[in-house]
T-cell receptor, first 111, second 112 residues
């Protein structure tokens, strides 16, 4: 079993809908949680960075961390075709430390 | 502009011919790392460096070498490339105190 599990999708939604993404993990030592967006043939781009449990909002993006359930989520409001990409969750035990990635979820936002 | 720069972007080489992929960052980050990305396997860490002259193995270090002689540079060396090292490679950097990682644009390597 992988340390971080993520549904590969694809997840197809109409423009303007809310995109809901999530990851589960098994290592209770993870404390730092990140979401990355990766366009085809590009490097991952950091979207959200959170420490421990709780919610964080940045524009159209909301990240949630539930350490008791070992479950993290990313919500994208008012989705746009430009949000079509692969979304990767990542986590680490300590700051500035090794990242463990989920496999990524491919999202397609249709006009 | 704050960035991680990798070179080359694309490389086709033959089995056994030594090659180096360069990585440079301009953000004064302490932590640098190399990942490879393969379909179905995701991103896996090859090597990482906590600071100058401090490096350690990641999950898939076999067949790779690294060095960190300067804070900004972290080259990846394949001394004798094999076809199973055909992959998309990413360099990333971060402050040791956290804040997330900045990734380079990637190097697509094909070993024939």
């Amino acid at each position: 079993q992988k340390e971080v599990e993520q549904d590969p999708g694809p997840l197809s939604v109409p423009e303007g809908a809310i995109v809901s993404l999530n990851c589960t993990y098994s290592n209770s030592a993870f404390q730092y949680f990140m979401w990355y967006r990766q366009y085809s043939r590009k490097g991952p781009e950091l979207l959200m960075y959170t420490y421990s449990s709780g919610n964080k909002e940045d524009g159209r993006f909301t990240a949630q961390v539930d350490k008791s359930s070992k479950y993290i989520s990313l919500f994208i409001r008012d989705s746009q075709p430009s949000d079509s990409a692969t979304y990767l969750c990542a986590m680490s035990v300590a700051a500035g430390n090794k990242l463990t990635f989920g496999g990524g979820t491919r999202v397609l936002v249709k006009p | 502009e704050a960035q991680v720069t990798q070179n080359p972007r694309y490389l086709i080489t033959v089995t056994g011919k030594k090659l180096t992929v360069t990585c440079s960052q301009n953000m004064n980050h302490e932590y640098m790392s190399w990942y490879r990305q393969d379909p179905g396997l995701g991103l896996r860490q090859i090597y990482y460096s906590m600071n100058v002259e401090v490096t350690d193995k990641g999950d898939v270090p076999e067949g790779y070498k690294v060095s960190r002689k300067e804070k900004r540079n972290f080259p990846l060396i394949l001394e004798s490339p094999s076809p199973n090292q055909t992959s998309l490679y990413f360099c990333a950097s971060s402050f040791n105190r956290g804040g997330g990682y900045t990734f380079g644009s990637g190097t697509r390597l094909t070993v024939v």
